[in-house]
């Protein structure tokens, strides 16, 4: 039992940091077999685990059906022969397991931990999006200012950007303390396969960023993924309006939507 309870406590975790994961549950075993019904393992899209189903080669082939899993975003019941004409083991029994995904729909990364980028995580918390943050000012970047965020890093937002690893399934918002380095990070975000990168600005200091990096030979412009001025224009100022824009932004896009009114009349 203590064992279900922890591997339920890092499957929460898991959950709450926006890490993909797999629960692998044995559902039914027949003859001789490693572990009983109700095992549990919870598989990580790295193919690290938590727990255990058995070991040896029924779990490692039970490891690589739960990243494929994680990858599809999509479970399912397996059945594995232990027998040497099925999986090459000597058991000489059965098990059958059910793979659950843990997959989140996004993430998001905000790089600035100002006031705006307190605010979009406020809202993104309450969206149930998992949120990073990263800004080298420790004084804006803490647990009491972002108490549920995946990750603080206290680091130049720019340089926070390759640790974490953007993927397809993130979308990072640029709102540092300077248009500087609100450019670095651009730069440094669209070297990355992030679904989405908006950075905060007017038009003309939009305008100018990108007329800087083009000197470079970099082009925001052409990149799809680039979404600055940030946000819908739905009017606001305010820090918490600007969430607001900024989150609505993100889901349209990330649910293939038009934005529209939905209202009948």
Do not use: W
Request: hydrophobic fraction near 40%; charged fraction near 25%.
């Amino acid at each position: 039992m203590k064992e279900s309870k922890n591997i339920i406590k890092a499957l929460s975790e898991a959950i709450d940091s926006g890490r993909d994961a797999a629960l692998v549950t044995v559902i039914s075993v027949a003859g001789s077999t490693p572990r009983e019904t109700a095992a549990k393992m919870i598989v990580y899209a790295d193919a690290s685990i938590e727990g255990t189903i058995g070991g040896g080669g029924f779990e490692a082939l039970a490891i690589k059906q739960a990243v494929e899993c994680v990858k599809k975003r999509k479970g399912g019941k397996f059945s594995f022969e232990l027998t040497p004409k099925g999986i090459g083991a000597l058991c000489m029994g059965r098990m059958e397991i059910f793979i659950d995904v843990y997959n989140n729909p996004l993430k998001v990364l905000i790089l600035g931990a100002g006031h705006v980028g307190q605010k979009i995580y406020e809202v993104c918390h309450a969206a149930g999006y998992p949120c990073a943050v990263a800004d080298d000012r420790q004084e804006f970047a803490n647990i009491e200012r972002f108490p549920h965020a995946s990750e603080i890093l206290i680091e130049r937002p720019d340089r926070a950007v390759k640790p974490v690893k953007p993927d397809k399934n993130t979308y990072i918002v640029i709102v540092t303390r300077g248009h500087a380095l609100d450019r670095e990070c651009l730069r440094e975000s669209m070297k990355t396969r992030a679904a989405y990168i908006g950075m905060i600005g007017s038009a003309e200091k939009v305008g100018e960023t990108f007329r800087i990096l083009g000197k470079k030979k970099i082009y925001p412009s052409k990149d799809s993924r680039v979404h600055s001025p940030i946000g819908l224009n739905i009017g606001g100022k305010t820090p918490g309006e600007i969430a607001i824009s900024v989150l609505a932004e993100i889901i349209k896009l990330h649910y293939g939507r038009d934005g529209r009114h939905m209202k009948i009349v």
